[in-house]
């Protein structure tokens, strides 16, 4: 082994190929953390080239890239023998913090030491001899990761809330590949951080804050406005003039960043996630025609314009919970998960995302009864047994119904286009099903545009059957005006047979068998006629009369009677007081 040393550096933020040295390379790769994709690695991969000695180099570590060095971490000195040697630098992120490392790992032949980042800061140096010192083993296990995070976090949380919200909240934009593609980053920096869903996809760039439809829109620098001048006037020859006109005409245009709020997401897929407590959030977009992105602050308006494809609710505890986007308006977003290892998958799923949203459809929430995002009109009426639910929309597309925020498939084969959809709900006096029992859907311009689909006496979707109707006395071919009238003919005889069945289970299977032609039986009303009151009649004696002697006799008996009493009284009167005062 030689006498001299030279140092080979990693640079923490080179995340992306890799960079060459005097007698080394290094190769850099960011993959997930296998455990758990709350965390990633960044993979630094060192190579010596004969007849360098891997002995001869001290591995430092900086904060920066290697076109900038960043700040001194920490050096791995003097190695003096092979087993000695670092082979790989592992470093540990959480994906809500990707610049802060938690975890250093220094793999060599022999060996691998995990080392708390803080205590490496803390160090500075030392040689290659100590670094066991360092080490809390050779296994890594996520619960080390997750503590260190929220010691970062000092233990706070974000709440999320539907509707506004935005206390304490601290959001950044990261690029992913320096393209069409970024990410904005929120987390937590008070103890009772709260964000609400309108105020997640618009970021203040002056602040690093999250900015709600009802804020009013941050100020630009001071030097946006001279840019823009300068750029205007800059082939004039009387510049000055030119630029004082400018300022007056464009200072009060030009100086605020015009946020637009272009994307939403209905309450009634945030649902799961209200008022529950995270470790942060991020939402995934894409840049309108796959732009790359602004040059400068002053553009970073341009980014309001992008499309969200996806969000991800981060619980370090567990795992990532996913919001799909499924529709190019915005209507359907769908919980499932993204399966991405590094950069390249992610992109790679945010791709097929982004290919899949683009086709129009329209978005049928069958358990929604008040207005929601993407329906024009939606009104309900109730006529015993049932309610309905009239949903319209602009224009007519292929629907796509949706319960309990899954997809239901009723219809086998091509699905007709639906500008306005009937749901029909059953319902008694003190009950009301869960799960409609028919279905219309109508371009609305004509019968023949009219389909419909019924229950099949069954909690399944997946059983539904399409309205028919076979004339069976005539054998003729219905048409489709026939088959419609046929269809609210039947609803009609729901109405007006059932409106007194109070067992739900009963309705239900009553409802159907008047769709599919089997009616139950049905009761005639009895003719009213006037009502007479009967004559009022004297009842039998029910006992022969007393006779007169009897009458007599009792008297006579009750009048000894009352006279013995008085004279037997009188006579204990006087034998026990008279006496006794005499």
């Not at 308006?301 to 609710?313: N, Q």
């Not at 309900?380 to 224009?395: A, D, L, R």
């Not at 009352?562 to 009188?570: E, I, Q």
């Amino acid at each position: 082994m030689g006498g001299s040393y030279s140092d080979l550096n990693v640079y923490f933020c080179s995340k992306k190929g890799g960079y060459d040295g005097i007698g080394y390379k290094v190769k850099t790769t960011l993959e997930n953390y296998k455990e758990c994709s709350n965390f990633i690695v960044l993979i630094h991969k060192i190579d010596f080239t004969p007849p360098a000695d891997g002995r001869n180099y001290n591995v430092i570590l900086y904060d920066g890239d290697n076109s900038n060095n960043g700040n001194y971490v920490f050096g791995y000195y003097y190695p003096s023998d092979h087993n000695q040697v670092i082979e790989e630098v592992r470093t540990y992120y959480s994906v809500l913090a990707p610049n802060v490392p938690l975890v250093v790992s220094f793999k060599t032949k022999t060996n691998i030491y995990n080392c708390y980042f803080g205590d490496l800061k803390n160090a500075g140096w030392d040689r290659a001899y100590n670094i066991s010192r360092y080490s809390f083993g050779d296994r890594l296990e996520k619960e080390r990761l997750l503590q260190e995070f929220t010691k970062l976090l000092l233990n706070r949380k974000i709440r999320f809330v539907i509707g506004k919200g935005n206390k304490d909240i601290m959001l950044y934009k990261q690029e992913i590949n320096y393209e069409a593609n970024f990410r904005l980053i929120c987390i937590p920096k008070g103890n009772e951080s709260i964000l609400g869903s309108e105020c997640l996809f618009s970021l203040n760039f002056n602040k690093n804050e999250p900015i709600c439809p009802d804020d009013p829109n941050p100020e630009k620098p001071n030097y946006c406005l001279r840019a823009m001048v300068n750029e205007l006037c800059g082939s004039m020859d009387d510049k000055e003039s030119c630029g004082k006109f400018l300022k007056q005409r464009l200072s009060h245009k030009h100086d605020k960043f015009q946020i637009r709020h272009n994307n939403t997401i209905d309450e009634y897929f945030l649902r799961p996630f209200n008022k529950e407590l995270y470790d942060g959030i991020i939402v995934y977009l894409v840049r309108e025609e796959n732009q790359k992105p602004p040059d400068t602050l002053c553009d970073e308006e341009k980014d309001e314009r992008s499309l969200a494809l996806l969000l991800e609710f981060i619980d370090s505890s567990k795992e990532k919970t996913y919001l799909k986007r499924k529709d190019k308006d915005g209507c359907w977003w769908y919980q499932e998960k993204v399966d991405y290892n590094d950069d390249a998958t992610l992109l790679s799923a945010l791709r097929e995302i982004k290919l899949k949203v683009e086709s129009q459809k329209v978005v049928v929430i069958l358990d929604k009864t008040e207005k929601y995002k993407g329906v024009s009109i939606l009104k309900g009426e109730v006529q015993n047994p049932y309610k309905k639910y009239t949903h319209e929309f602009k224009k007519g597309y292929e629907p796509v119904l949706l319960f309990e925020r899954q997809q239901q498939e009723i219809i086998k084969g091509t699905k007709p286009k639906a500008k306005i959809v009937e749901v029909y709900y059953l319902k008694t006096k003190s009950r009301d099903d869960k799960q409609p029992f028919l279905i219309v859907f109508d371009q609305g311009s004509d019968y023949k545009d009219k389909k419909a689909y019924h229950f099949n006496n069954t909690d399944k979707f997946e059983e539904w059957k399409e309205f028919e109707y076979h004339d069976e006395t005539t054998k003729k071919k219905i048409t489709e005006k026939d088959l419609v009238d046929k269809l609210y003919e039947r609803v009609g005889r729901i109405e007006r047979n059932l409106k007194c069945v109070e067992n739900l289970n009963i309705l239900r299977s009553m409802a159907y068998e008047i769709l599919t032609g089997k009616d139950p039986p049905t009761f005639k009303e009895e003719d009213e006629t006037e009502v007479t009151r009967p004559p009022e009649q004297q009842p039998p004696p029910t006992t022969e009369p007393l006779s007169i002697p009897l009458i007599a006799g009792c008297t006579v008996g009750g009048v000894v009677f009352v006279v013995s009493s008085a004279v037997g009284y009188g006579v204990y009167w006087y034998n026990t007081t008279i006496k006794l005062l005499t």
